[in-house]
């Protein structure tokens, strides 16, 4: 059974640190994995997408990295700044006919000024 | 503005009574699908449409009914809520269940006394 932990569950930085978010998941038959960003109160907002062929993906300030045999992901956020405070979900889509999402529980960031 | 719509964005229900989450998109995608966020337990799939008049149930579908009549709407009906039900639910569209990113609705807030 796909299982995906996030790992902080939450984290304080100052404002123009560069930062790592850290997404597990125990099964590599992956479709694909996605990283979503939640403001308080709001709805979902799509990040990055990375295949299950691909290594990395990048916007902007973000870049987010997909190792499947050791089930990990992370997202990198350069030069942090308070508009980046929010909630990181990271979701991943198992191979097969089922294509099920499973999410992480997030991580709660906070950048400060 | 393109993106998912959801209303409404608060609801109080008493325990028995029936209501329908209404989600509406304008991107032309054929899948949708509904999910409950909880406290804890992450995001959870209760219902998904991979095109017009074809629904399946997702992992926490008890208590919900949808239909798909159309490809830009995707209602949620609560048949007789429960306080269990009291959650917040999402909407979320693709172009296609597993290559494309998502696109959520900034949810509804249901709480169930």
């Known amino acids: 059974k796909q299982e995906v932990t996030q790992i902080p569950a939450a984290l304080s930085v100052p404002e123009g640190e560069n930062l790592v978010l850290n997404c597990s998941f125990t099964?590599?038959?992956?479709?694909?994995l996605q990283w979503f960003r939640q403001d308080p109160g709001k709805g979902l907002t799509s990040l990055l997408l990375?295949?299950?062929s691909q290594r990395e993906q990048t916007s902007g300030r973000l870049n987010a990295s997909l190792d499947k045999s050791s089930g990990r992901s992370t997202l990198y956020i350069a030069a942090s700044q308070p508009g980046d405070s929010a909630t990181y979900l990271c979701?991943?889509?198992?191979?097969?006919?089922?294509?099920?999402?499973?999410w992480g529980l997030g991580t709660s960031l906070a950048v400060n000024p | 503005n393109a993106g998912v719509t959801q209303t409404p964005k608060f609801q109080v229900l008493k325990t028995g009574q029936s209501m329908t989450l209404q989600c509406a998109q304008d991107?032309?995608?054929?899948?949708m699908s509904w999910y409950r966020q909880d406290p804890g337990m992450g995001l959870r799939l209760i219902h998904y449409?991979?095109?017009?008049?074809?629904?399946d149930q997702g992992e926490v579908p008890n208590g919900y009914n949808v239909s798909r009549s159309t490809t830009e709407d995707f209602p949620l009906r609560l048949l007789s809520a429960a306080p269990s039900q009291t959650s917040v639910y999402f909407c979320?569209?693709?172009?296609?269940?597993?290559?494309?990113?998502?696109?959520f609705g900034s949810g509804t807030r249901l709480t169930v006394v």
């Open positions: 449409s991979v095109g017009a008049g074809i629904t």
């Open positions: 990375i295949q299950s």
């Open positions: 979320a569209s693709s172009l296609g269940r597993g290559f494309y990113g998502y696109t």
């Open positions: 099964d590599s038959a992956i479709y694909n």
């Open positions: 991107m032309n995608h054929e899948y």
């Open positions: 979701a991943v889509m198992n191979a097969g006919n089922n294509r099920k999402l499973i």
